[in-house]
């Protein structure tokens, strides 16, 4: 009796025409697809353990559901299960975190706190929730640390720093959301020496209510603000602790990586060039344009955008959706000089995302490995 796979020969023997379909079937799918694979699909674990894995995510206003009259039942915990799925797969040491609600420092702290709880108790490891000081009826940033690999020297946020200011006339601004910046000392694997890194978690102004922004620019010119004094004062800070120090900054910029205030962000402008009579200005696109030819050498890289500009698909690589648009708003900054602690041995950087939209928050986490 033949089989299903049989119309000729030995019971259960596939035939040679089916066997080359399925051959050639299998070099279609390594010649296609495999190339598909960019730094949105690459494993979440290595095959030795990192030094350090930094994390940054968006929290998506964690903890709003606690002042609502109207809890929604289940809601929080159902957040925070998303959350600490992303972070328990991305294997983060330090997450850099955005969208902490807290009128004050120690509610903050508290609802920060349930997440780290949560964290410690699934990852085996104590995690310790920072957050902005001082009192504030706005979201926050913090960090969460996994106290057994990283130690934390110093802590400070920039409630205080003017920003620097566009014109000589007017008040200089503030952050409106206060960056938190942590200095730590991360032990080395084997005979590596320990490292000292100032890392810092921003979150800049968004677009939202544009139509407030009397330069019509959807509030870039503050965000290109906000840039300027992140990377400079973080850098200055790291310099004051000597060359093996690294400034890295994590957060969510609100703006693309070829926009005016990514441009200033990873230092290939700098502000005073879009002062009057200086050069630049920004269009409407919110990108730069100079009159004239400016170096293209920028200070500090963002991994994911320098992943796709180094060959990863774009389509592939992003870390928010709007109205359908994928975009490069989150990502990890450190600077060209140190580019060599986060590439793989085929020189690859390794970092990438994790989660999907709205399973704990509209954006994705972003996460990189750094090793030396």
Not at 5 to 18: M, N, S, Y
Not at 262 to 275: E, K
Request: aromatic content about 8%; hydrophobic content about 40%; proline content about 5%.
């Amino acid at each position: 009796m033949s089989s299903g796979w049989c119309k000729r020969g030995v019971a259960g023997e596939i035939p040679r025409k089916k066997l080359r379909r399925f051959a050639f079937a299998l070099i279609l799918f390594c010649c296609f697809f495999v190339p598909l694979v960019s730094a949105q699909d690459q494993p979440l674990t290595s095959p030795h353990e990192p030094e350090l894995r930094l994390c940054s995510q968006n929290l998506f206003n964690y903890g709003a559901e606690e002042r609502k009259k109207k809890r929604k039942k289940g809601a929080r915990e159902k957040q925070r299960d998303f959350l600490v799925a992303r972070f328990l797969a991305a294997d983060c040491d330090v997450i850099a975190v955005q969208e902490v609600i807290g009128e004050t420092e120690r509610e903050a702290k508290t609802i920060l706190g349930s997440l780290a709880d949560s964290l410690s108790a699934r990852s085996e490891r104590k995690f310790v929730p920072y957050v902005t000081s001082g009192r504030s009826d706005r979201i926050r940033n913090g960090f969460l640390i996994a106290e057994s690999k990283v130690r934390v020297l110093e802590v400070e946020a920039l409630r205080y720093e003017h920003l620097p200011k566009m014109s000589l006339l007017g008040p200089g601004e503030r952050f409106d959301r206060p960056p938190l910046i942590l200095t730590l000392q991360v032990p080395g694997r084997g005979s590596a020496e320990p490292r000292t890194f100032v890392v810092a978690s921003f979150h800049f102004k968004s677009k939202a209510k544009s139509f407030q922004d009397p330069a019509r620019l959807s509030f870039e010119l503050v965000r290109m603000q906000m840039a300027e004094k992140i990377r400079e004062y973080v850098s200055a800070k790291a310099a004051t602790l000597g060359s093996g120090a690294t400034p890295i900054l994590l957060g969510d910029t609100n703006s693309e990586p070829g926009s005016a205030a990514g441009a200033i962000l990873t230092g290939r402008l700098r502000l005073s060039q879009f002062t009057e009579q200086s050069g630049c200005r920004v269009t409407e696109l919110l990108e730069p344009a100079c009159n004239e030819q400016v170096p293209a050498e920028a200070s500090f890289a963002g991994l994911l955008a320098t992943s796709v500009r180094e060959g990863e698909n774009r389509e592939r690589v992003h870390t928010y959706r709007y109205r359908g648009t994928s975009s490069i708003i989150d990502d990890i900054f450190i600077p060209t000089t140190a580019l060599s602690l986060v590439r793989g041995p085929a020189k690859r950087i390794v970092a990438g995302t994790n989660g999907e939209y709205f399973k704990g928050s509209d954006h994705l986490l972003v996460w990189a490995e750094v090793n030396w």
